[in-house]
């Protein structure tokens, strides 16, 4: 997965003559505490242009994304920011355009790179909410797929799915494993969707999948064939 770079600049003050500086003052205070604790979308779009090119100033491409990415201290292969291109809906991988951008950001508040770095713990915890993770597991298949395609091709639903369910399914090893050796060279939607439900439902042991279920072919095939493996793979 290739992605995502910098924050803002502070507005410039006018110069103020020396009957107006009291008045300035205020003012000055009344703008640093908006910068500081509210949200302006023309300092959002500033930031946006720092990533666009002059080419295409209305889209953040790979180029701008790494820098994005370093700005905000994330790698781009970072879970997190699936979860940002899902608050932006954001319909390509590796490529922000400025209404998803604005979108986003105006949702989170965030207008420089300082804000943002303070909202990636709460990005990161949409994914231990459950009708959350559902939603941007969801919307992950149709983000990264290529969009020539109507299904994902393997390679990039194994990436995805070592992403998404690496680290919390106990079976994702074996499921890798099986779907190496398979004959499948794509996951469709309807295969996506149910190995997140086979993956909370279903025991490690299986003690619990029902072979007249209606789970998809390709899930029963992986149940098939982890009970033909030696019985320890199974503990």
């Known amino acids: 997965m290739s992605r995502m770079s910098s924050w803002f600049q502070s507005l410039s003050r006018k110069t103020q003559s020396h009957d107006g500086l009291e008045s300035s003052r205020k003012n000055s205070k009344s703008i640093d505490h908006v910068h500081e604790h509210g949200f302006s979308q023309k300092l959002c779009l500033t930031w946006f242009r720092e990533y ?5 100033p209305d889209i953040i491409g790979p180029e701008g994304m790494e820098k994005f990415c370093e700005d905000i201290g994330v790698e781009p292969e970072n879970i997190v920011m699936l979860v940002l291109a899902w608050k932006m809906d954001a319909k390509q991988m590796g490529f922000f355009t400025q209404q998803e951008w604005l979108t986003g950001l105006t949702d989170l508040q965030c207008d420089s790179t300082k804000k943002l770095q303070i ?3 709460y990005l990161k915890s949409l994914l231990n909410d459950v009708i959350a993770f559902k939603n941007i597991y969801r919307y992950a298949y149709d983000f990264a797929r290529d969009k020539d395609q109507r299904s994902m ?3 990039t639903g194994k990436a995805m799915l070592q992403l998404l369910l690496g680290k919390h399914w106990s079976l994702y090893g074996l499921f890798h494993q099986f779907l190496e050796q398979s ?3 794509v996951i469709n939607k309807d295969q996506w969707c149910n190995i997140l439900e086979f993956s ?7 003690s619990n999948y ?5 789970w998809p072919v390709l899930l029963d ?7 033909a493996r030696p019985q320890e793979t199974m503990a």
């Not at 666009?52 to 295409?56: I, K």
């Open 52 to 56: 666009s090119s002059a080419d295409e």
């Open 183 to 185: 004959k499948y060279k």
């Open 221 to 227: 095939e992986f149940v098939e064939w982890l009970k």
């Open 200 to 206: 909370r439902s279903i025991h490690a042991d299986l």
């Open 153 to 155: 091709d393997l390679e």
């Open 210 to 214: 029902d072979e007249d279920g209606a």
């Open 119 to 121: 909202k990636l713990d």
